[in-house]
């Protein structure tokens, strides 16, 4: 079991990098208060994972078939990285780091990956965050004339969006533990360590300790650096990203929580105009998402041929 060491602060760090995508718009809005904010998140992810994380835990080893060795090179590189980008506050894309040491293993390996598994995985990298953008800007353009001529005083308003904003933040977390617990375990249930239940129950766990312990660095980004959101265009930028999430959970492919988030507050805040996103916040998030797979894989590539090198 010795190998479940780096899976557990694979998730761990993603917990905390994804603590801000399912309550950080929350918390920055001022609907929960942060420690309550994470507590609760920590419990929805836990139950995310152990009731609905089953459909994508065997996506990953479709993609290429590795020993416990290479589990472990995995879910070590994901870990680091992931942490890496916590301790720079940017919301980082763990299914493309994931990827990128799953293919520098393969490639230590000598093994050629499922090309099929891999473009339908990296389709997901683009309709994802673009999908998000795109219902996030639809909902701010139909829903909000309609919210705003409801025949309500502004208190009641305000008091039924920080209500629906803190159960779409349920939601959100249900969503991310169902989807992203196969990067934290995904590996370990095709390398034969873990059944699907106990890959849900552990990764979950993860998580769940991950949010609850270290998430607030990269709220600060997500809440006010990338744009400043209200508590409506906040509730809706977070419906969007749930339900991105939750429709790649269907069909059983591990996609960036980060990325449906991005994407929804990025397009609640063009619906204010272009100048009410900050694209400098903007830039070096997508940069993140092009430098942090390539490192992983470079760095999964050369321990995994350490490793082997060492007679392991």
């Given amino acids: 079991m010795w190998a479940l060491i780096p899976a557990l602060f694979m998730g761990w760090a993603l917990g905390g990098n994804n603590a801000a ?39 990953y080893s479709a993609l290429a ?21 916590n301790r720079l506050g940017l919301p980082g894309s763990t299914s ?10 393969a490639l230590a390996e000598g093994q050629a990956p499922d090309l099929g598994i891999l473009a339908r995985i990296a389709a997901s990298w683009v309709t994802s965050p673009l999908g998000g953008l795109a219902l996030a800007y639809v909902l701010h353009r139909t829903l909000t004339p309609l919210w705003s001529r409801l025949p ?37 249930v095709g390398a034969g360590l873990l059944r699907p239940g106990a890959a849900g129950l552990v990764g979950g766990l993860a998580m769940a300790v991950g949010i609850a312990t270290y998430g607030r660095r990269v709220m600060e980004t997500l809440g006010h650096k990338l744009t400043h959101l209200g508590t409506w265009p906040a509730l809706l930028a977070l419906a969007a990203h749930a339900a991105v ?27 204010h105009g272009v100048a009410a996103v900050n694209f400098k916040t903007v830039v070096a998030i997508g940069a993140s998402w092009v430098v942090a797979p390539a490192l992983a894989g470079l760095l999964a590539f050369g321990l995994r041929l350490s490793l082997r090198l060492m007679g392991y």
């Fill in 245 to 271: 999430l939750q429709a790649f959970t269907a069909v059983g492919v591990p996609v960036s929580s980060s990325f449906a988030v991005v994407g929804g507050v990025v397009g609640v805040g063009l619906a």
């Fill in 65 to 85: 078939a590795l020993d416990l060795r290479g589990a472990f090179a995995v879910a070590l590189v994901g870990g680091l990285t992931i942490a890496w980008l």
């Fill in 21 to 59: 995508n399912v309550c950080g718009l929350a918390v920055t809005t001022g609907a929960l208060r942060y420690r309550f904010a994470v507590l609760l998140a920590a419990a929805f992810v836990l139950l995310g994972a152990a009731l609905a994380g089953a459909s994508g835990l065997h996506t």
């Fill in 152 to 188: 309500l005083n502004l208190e009641i308003l305000d008091r039924i969006t920080r209500l629906a904003l803190i159960l779409l933040s349920l939601w959100s977390a249900f969503a991310l533990g169902a989807n992203n617990v196969a990067n934290v375990t995904g590996v370990f």
């Fill in 96 to 105: 493309q780091v994931v990827v990128g040491a799953i293919l520098g293993v």
